[in-house]
C-alpha cells in the first residue's frame, strides 16, 4: 500500500506552491530553460488538435504558452488549490479545475479531449496506474496523449525519497516519488491499454546527458 506516500505528494505541492509559481515564472529551473519546455511545447504543437486538457497543470505555465501561439480550448487540472488559483488568476480565459487524479472520475469534466498531456506531473504509483486508465476515457477518437517525464534508463523502479536540491530555500517537505524505469512505463501502458506510438529523448545540449522523455500515446484500438 502506498496510500501514505500518495498522500505526501499532495500535501508537498500544497505547501510547495508559491514556492514552485515563483521559481516556473521566475524561470528558475535550468533543465526547462534549457531542455524540456522547448521539447514538451514543440510535441504538442506538432499535433493536430483543437481541444487539450493539461492534467498536473501546476500554474498553468503550458497551457498560457500555447494558447499564445494556438488560441483554442484549454482545460488545467491540478490537486493543489493554491496552484489552480494561481493559474485562473493570470488566465480568465480557459478554465483551472481543482482536482486530484484520485478525486478524477468519468463524470467530473462532462466532455472529451483531443490532446492531454502530462508535463512532470505523474510522481505517484497506483494512482498513476489508474490515472492512465481514467484518462483515455477523457480522449476523443484518435486522441493524443503526451507524457514528458524524467528518463531513467536502467536504474531500479520503486518508492525514492524527495529532494529539493538545486531549488531555492523556500521549497520545504519533498514529497517521495514512484521512480519508473523506461521499461516501467512501457509496462505501465500496457497494463493502461494504451499504445505507444513513439517516444522522444531529450538531452541537454551541454552535458548531451538526457534530461527527460516524452511519450506519445494513443488508445489501443486491438486487443
Ligand atoms: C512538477 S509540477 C508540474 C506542473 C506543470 N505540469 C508544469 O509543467 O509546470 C507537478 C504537478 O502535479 C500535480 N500533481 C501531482 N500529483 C497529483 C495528484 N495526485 N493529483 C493532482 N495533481 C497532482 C502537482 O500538484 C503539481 O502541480
Same mark, same amino acid.
Given at each position: ?61 503550458? &497551457? ?6 494556438? #488560441? ?10 493554491? *496552484? ?5 488568476? *493570470? ?24 490532446? &492531454? ?13 489508474? *490515472? ?12 493524443? &496523449? ?12 520503486? +518508492? ?13 517537505? /519533498?514529497? #517521495? +516519488? ?6 516501467? +512505463? ?9 499504445? *505507444? ?7 541537454? /545540449?551541454?552535458?548531451?546527458? #538526457? ?13
Amino acid at each position: 500500500m502506498t496510500v501514505k506516500e500518495e498522500q505526501a505528494i499532495l500535501k508537498s505541492w500544497d505547501t510547495n506552491a508559491k514556492a514552485w509559481t515563483q521559481a516556473v515564472r521566475n524561470q528558475e529551473i535550468e533543465s526547462r530553460n534549457q531542455v524540456t519546455n522547448q521539447a514538451i511545447v514543440e510535441a504538442i504543437l506538432a499535433q493536430d488538435f483543437q481541444s487539450m486538457l493539461d492534467v498536473g497543470c501546476g500554474e498553468g505555465w503550458l &497551457i498560457r504558452e500555447i494558447a499564445n501561439t494556438r #488560441p483554442g480550448d484549454y482545460m488545467g487540472i491540478d490537486g493543489s488549490e493554491d *496552484l489552480i488559483r494561481l493559474a485562473q488568476e *493570470l488566465d480568465q480565459e480557459h478554465s483551472y479545475l481543482n482536482l486530484t487524479y484520485q478525486a478524477l472520475n468519468i463524470g467530473s469534466l462532462q466532455r472529451k479531449f483531443d490532446l &492531454i498531456v502530462c508535463n512532470f506531473s505523474l510522481f505517484g504509483n497506483e494512482s498513476v496506474d489508474d *490515472l492512465l486508465l481514467k484518462l483515455k476515457g477523457l480522449l476523443n477518437e484518435n486522441g493524443r &496523449i503526451l507524457i514528458q517525464t524524467l528518463y531513467v534508463e536502467d536504474e531500479q523502479t520503486g +518508492w525514492q525519497a524527495g529532494s529539493w536540491q538545486g531549488f531555492s530555500k523556500q521549497f520545504t517537505d /519533498p514529497a #517521495p +516519488w514512484y521512480k519508473r524505469n523506461h521499461q516501467a +512505463w512501457i509496462n505501465t501502458f500496457k497494463y493502461a491499454n494504451l499504445l *505507444l506510438l513513439r517516444h522522444q529523448i531529450n538531452s541537454h /545540449p551541454d552535458t548531451r546527458k #538526457p534530461c527527460s522523455v516524452i511519450f506519445h500515446l494513443t488508445t489501443q484500438t486491438q486487443e
